[in-house]
T-cell receptor
Framework: KNEVEQSPQNLTAQEGEFITINCSYSVGISALHWLQQHPGGGIVSLFM???GKKKHGRLIATINIQEKHSSLHITASHPRDSAVYIC???????????FGTGTRLKVLA | EAQVTQNPRYLITVTGKKLTVTCSQNMNHEYMSWYRQDPGLGLRQIYYSMNVEVTDKGDVPEGYKVSRKEKRNFPLILESPSPNQTSLYFC???????????????FGPGTRLTVL
């Protein structure tokens, strides 16, 4: 069993839909990260959080430390949001990262 | 422009022929790391470096070497590449994780390596 699990693995949505991607982890963490990998392969960091909720534009990330669970929400989805979204954690007490296998999102116009 | 660069971007080589993938960052970051990405397995950490001359193993260090002689550079060395090292490799950097786990990682563009 992977220490970081994401669901769903694949997601197709219509433009304008509200999207949720989930991440569960089984290790102690110092931070959780959401990354976006574009179709061309480039990776950018979207959020880092260890508690509560963060918002950036149409993206919202939440984390529940007790339940070891995080969600990434996209409101009013757009075709340009089509990408792979990756959850990663920094393992508590270390400087190591471990990653989920990603959620491939396709938003149709 | 703040960036992480990797070279080469694409490489096809043969088993056993030593190669180096270079990584350089211009943001004066302390932390640098190498990852490989494989279908179905996602990203996995190979090695990381907290600062000059300080390196440590990630989850999949076998078959790889690294060095950190200068703050800006963190080359990945495959001394005897094998076909199971065919992968997409990413270098990344961030500010010192010892001061904050919240430091954003900046990723290079990736190097696609094929070992025949």
């Amino acid at each position: 069993k992977n220490e970081v699990e994401q669901s769903p693995q694949n997601l197709t949505a219509q433009e304008g839909e509200f999207i949720t991607i989930n991440c569960s982890y089984s290790v102690g963490i110092s931070a959780l990260h959401w990354l976006q990998q574009h179709p061309g392969g480039g990776i950018v960091s979207l959020f880092m959080l260890s508690s509560g909720k963060k918002k950036h534009g149409r993206l919202i990330a939440t984390i529940n430390i007790q339940e070891k669970h995080s969600s990434l929400h996209i409101t009013a989805s757009h075709p340009r949001d089509s990408a792979v979204y990756i959850c990663a954690v920094t393992i508590s007490g270390t400087y190591k990262y471990i990653f989920g296998t990603g959620t491939r999102l396709k938003v149709l116009a | 422009e703040a960036q992480v660069t990797q070279n080469p971007r694409y490489l096809i080589t043969v088993t056993g022929k030593k190669l180096t993938v270079t990584c350089s960052q211009n943001m004066n970051h302390e932390y640098m790391s190498w990852y490989r990405q494989d279908p179905g397995l996602g990203l996995r950490q190979i090695y990381y470096s907290m600062n000059v001359e300080v390196t440590d193993k990630g989850d999949v260090p076998e078959g790889y070497k690294v060095s950190r002689k200068e703050k800006r550079n963190f080359p990945l060395i495959l001394e005897s590449p094998s076909p199971n090292q065919t992968s997409l490799y990413f270098c990344a950097s961030s500010s010192d994780l010892r001061t904050s786990a919240y430091n954003e990682q900046f990723f290079g563009p990736g190097t696609r390596l094929t070992v025949l």
